[in-house]
């Protein structure tokens, strides 16, 4: 049984070995579906951007400055929380699934089978949901709607998984239902500059994983089949999740509309450009995507 885990990693490390040859870093090394125009474009805007989100030039140096802006900003921490309520879940019914399933009296090979199904279902709403995402360009309504389905899902588990043996079908389908909503993502967020949109994005998939951890002890052998520590810290952190998107939502969205009030004149006129680039996502000048 082991050496399944054996193949699992020797995969990941040859597709991670392979991306080095593989996956070009650069328009130019990408001739095979770009022509040389398109490449020459891309390189271009390239050096733009960078110019102008980050005139002073790369460096090699940690600029501790943008790492504080990122660690003190609020807006990082309500997407932490909606990462949270992710992993947390997600990493929890990975784990226990296959015991879930095994509870419904179904045997190691059968209960393995049947966690295909709802990481099925995970793996379709994913995709779904950011298609639609983007089609609207809106996130938030894309965020909360799986994140309602895990809440009903771990609300049916709560209520009916302690007598689970009378309601495999129900519990089966409350477990689809949850796994519909734990494979979604809101961890891009739009900050001003290259250097702090990178660290924030790290400093998120980092404190994020701490979910793993949360998730690896809440369901508790002892408390089997209900569960009531696992199911209820899993629609706990989901619910918190729905909230977190919605305040972060609304909170953006009264940020684009006081920046508003003022003409790009008026803020001109009060900063200098070199005062509006330190400002970054600050400025009254940005205007946040939902």
């Not at 895990?150 to 079908?169: F, M, Q, T």
Request: with cysteine; aromatic share 12%.
């Amino acid at each position: 049984m082991n050496g399944i885990f054996i193949i699992e990693g020797l995969a990941t490390v040859s597709l991670g070995v392979l991306c080095v040859v593989a996956l070009p870093d650069s328009p130019s090394l990408s001739s095979r579906w770009l022509t040389d125009d398109e490449a020459r474009y891309l390189t271009l805007r390239q050096v733009t951007r960078a110019v102008k989100t980050d005139p002073d030039g790369p460096k090699r140096k940690v600029d501790w400055a943008v790492l504080w802006s990122v660690v003190s900003d609020w807006k990082v921490y309500f997407l932490l929380f909606a990462n949270w309520s992710q992993s947390v879940p997600n990493y929890a019914l990975k784990f226990a699934m296959p015991t879930i399933m095994r509870g419904m009296g179904y045997e190691s090979a059968n209960a393995q089978l049947l966690t295909i199904p709802p990481y099925a279902c995970g793996a379709l709403s994913s995709y779904g949901f950011s298609v639609l995402a983007d089609k609207f360009e809106w996130r938030m309504p894309f965020i909360v709607a799986p994140q309602v389905s895990v809440v009903i899902g771990y609300a049916i588990l709560c209520a009916k998984a302690g007598n689970i043996e009378d309601n495999i079908g129900v519990c089966y389908f409350a477990v689809c239902v949850a796994c519909f909503g734990l494979c979604q993502c809101m961890e891009h967020l739009e900050l001003f500059g290259p250097k702090k949109r990178a660290i924030s994005i790290a400093y998120l998939i980092c404190a994020g994983n701490i979910g793993g951890l949360i998730g690896s002890y809440i369901y508790i052998d002892s408390e089997a089949p209900s569960y009531p520590t696992g199911y209820g810290c899993s629609l706990a952190f989901a619910a918190t999740g729905i909230v977190a998107a919605v305040s972060l939502e609304g909170l953006l969205m009264r940020s684009n509309k006081i920046n508003a009030q003022m003409t790009e004149e008026e803020v001109r006129a009060k900063f200098s450009d070199e005062k509006l680039h330190q400002m970054g996502d600050r400025s009254p000048l940005y205007k946040y995507h939902l």
